[in-house]
C-alpha cells in the first residue's frame, strides 16, 4: 500500500500530539493560512465522504513549519517548500526537524524486514541524479514514521495506527 501525505500528516500529529490549533500555528509558521475544516478534511480517513488528499505543497508547506516549530526559525530567507515531494524529501525534513544523527535514523528505519548501512542511509539523503542516489521506498518510510511515533510516544499502543483513522 502507498504512502500517501495525509498519511505523514496523521503520524507527524499523533506522535507529536498536535491538536487542530497546534497543527494550523505549525502551517502559519511557514507562512500557509490554513482554515481547522482543512486540517479536519485532510485528517479524515480516506474513505470518508469529507476526506481531502493533501498535495505535496501542502504537505512539504507542514513540514518545513514543523522544522520551525521543533527548532526554531533559522537566519535570513526561509526555505520555499518544494510543488514535488518524494519519500526522501519528506525523510530529510522529518530528520532536521528532530535533529536526528545518522545512527538516530538507522535506528528507526531498520527493522526484521529491512536492514541499512551507513552508506545506503547516506544514499536516501544526496540528490536526485547522484551516482549514488538511492530512491526511499514506501516501506522504509512506514518504517520510520512507526518507529519514531515509538520513540516519541512511548505511551502509545505500538499497534495504534493514526494512518488509520
Known amino acids: ?14 506522535t507529536f500530539e498536535l491538536d487542530d490549533a497546534e497543527m494550523i500555528r505549525v502551517f502559519g509558521l511557514a507562512s500557509q493560512t490554513v482554515t481547522r475544516a482543512e486540517v ?4 479524515k480517513r480516506d474513505d470518508d465522504p469529507a ?6 505543497l501542502g504537505l512539504a508547506t507542514f513540514l518545513n513549519g514543523f522544522i ?4 526554531g526559525r533559522r537566519e535570513g530567507p526561509q526555505p520555499k517548500p518544494e510543488s514535488e ?4 524529501l519528506i525523510l530529510v525534513k522529518l ?9 538516530d535514523v538507522l535506528e528507526l528505519i531498520c527493522t526484521d524486514d529491512v536492514d541499512f548501512s551507513r552508506h545506503e542511509l547516506s544514499a536516501l ?13 514506501d ?6 514514521l512507526h518507529d519514531m511515533q515509538v520513540r516519541y510516544r512511548p505511551g502509545a499502543a505500538a499497534a495504534e495506527d493514526p494512518s488509520a483513522t
Open 1 to 14: 500500500m502507498e504512502i500517501t501525505n495525509n498519511d505523514v500528516l496523521r503520524r507527524v500529529r499523533y
Open 40 to 43: 479536519s478534511d485532510w485528517l
Open 51 to 56: 476526506f481531502a488528499p493533501l498535495d505535496d
Open 68 to 71: 520551525i516549530r521543533q527548532r
Open 85 to 88: 515531494l518524494t519519500n526522501n
Open 95 to 103: 530528520r532536521i526537524a528532530l535533529n536526528l544523527q545518522a545512527d
Open 125 to 137: 539523503f544526496r540528490k536526485p541524479g547522484h551516482k549514488h542516489y538511492r530512491e526511499c521506498l
Open 139 to 144: 516501506q522504509v518510510l512506514r518504517n520510520f
